[in-house]
């Protein structure tokens, strides 16, 4: 369970990238990429003192909140919504995996977040940064970008320092002040030349994450958009499980060695949030019962933003509370008269041994049924003493998660608008 303490990071002094053992590079081939969990032997922003398993999950459940707020603001009754959303990114960063950016290359690590689209790069000189691992003065071909740039008119809360393109962030309870910049970034063998990102200059508070965030969302300033010649807007991701030491996590862009064989459902598209991937969840079945939803709970609604996101960036599901509610009920009820507990935001908790009569969970999508492994949708304590569904209510809208996920291998089609899941042990 040392996987889930991951959540200390945001304390943890930074390691340079060299310091990190060159085998955790080694797989990376070709256009595959190896992804790793935050807390892994390779990452340098795994915590140095564990925290108590009731500790971290009571991080990530608080990091989740503040990311939910962030992906819920636009149901939060705002008619007005940024686009292409480089402003306004709350992530706890969960997965991370390797980049280089210049000319000659620097070597980053980078947070996955599929809901946000601009890359953030914690630049050198950055007061307030807890680290400054790109030096933009060491690269040939980095440039700032002037006001009167397209990617600058792209992009909310912009201004002017004299010529550049300056933008204001908020992240957690942080305040980030960028330039934007432009320079090559290389994820796999091919570069991106000339791919735009923040660069950030001046930061406040606390939440600022060590690494950069590598935006995959669908808007026009994501990785995916930029990358669109190179990989034809495709990628997918196995993430690695949570509790394992095994890494094997990888991030394929393109469509060469994608799946065949995978079940697909569409993606919709909300014109009013462009960077989030929506599906069309219809039902969640638990056990051999489709639950009782309200159909409002799961109906996709672009004035709203309501409707159903698949997210890299929050830890656990959240349903909104009619969907919620009748998940849980009938999973109680499978349970039987075990006695029910709570840890923080998990309401559904057991303190004595369960197992044979733990019900299965099924995410119904029009093309594709996500049955979910026990492990996708039970956290159980170190000592095993403790067992809670790891899903929890949402105001708004229903985000599934990085752990429902997990060990799956999930492909992003853009020119198919298409979203397909298939199983995959990568951990
Ligand atoms: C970066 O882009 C420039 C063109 O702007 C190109 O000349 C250079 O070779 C590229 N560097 C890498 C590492 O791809
Ligand atoms: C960003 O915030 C700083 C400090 O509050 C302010 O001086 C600046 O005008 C802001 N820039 C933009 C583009 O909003
Ligand atoms: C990790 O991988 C190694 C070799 O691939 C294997 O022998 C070992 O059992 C794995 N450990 C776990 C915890 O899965
Ligand atoms: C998903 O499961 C439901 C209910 O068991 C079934 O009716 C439906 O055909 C399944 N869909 C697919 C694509 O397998």
Redesign the pocket.
Known sequence: MEALHFTLLLLCSLTLVHSISPNCYSTSQGSTLRVYHVSSPCSPFRPKTPLSWEESVLQMQADDKTRLSFLTSLVAGRSFVPVGSGRQIIQSPTYIVKANIGTPAQSLLMALDTSTDMALVPCAGCVGCSSATFDSTKSISYSSLACGADQCKQVQSTGCLGTTCFLNITYGNSIIQANLAQDNLTLATDSVVGYPFSCIQKTTGSSLPPQGVLGLGRGPLSFVSQSKTLYQSTFSYCLPSFK???FSGTLRLGKNGQPINIKYTPLLVNPRRTSLYYVNLVGIKVGSKVVNIPPSALAFNPNTGGGTIIDSGTVFTRLVDGAYTAVRDEFRRRMGKAVVSTLGGFDTCYTVPIGKQVPTMTFMFPGLNMSLPQDNFLIHSSSGSTTCLAMSSSPALNVIANMQQQNHRVLFDLPNSRLGISREIC?
Request: aromatic share 0%; proline share 0%; glycine share 0%.
């Open positions: 394992s030491s095994n951990s």
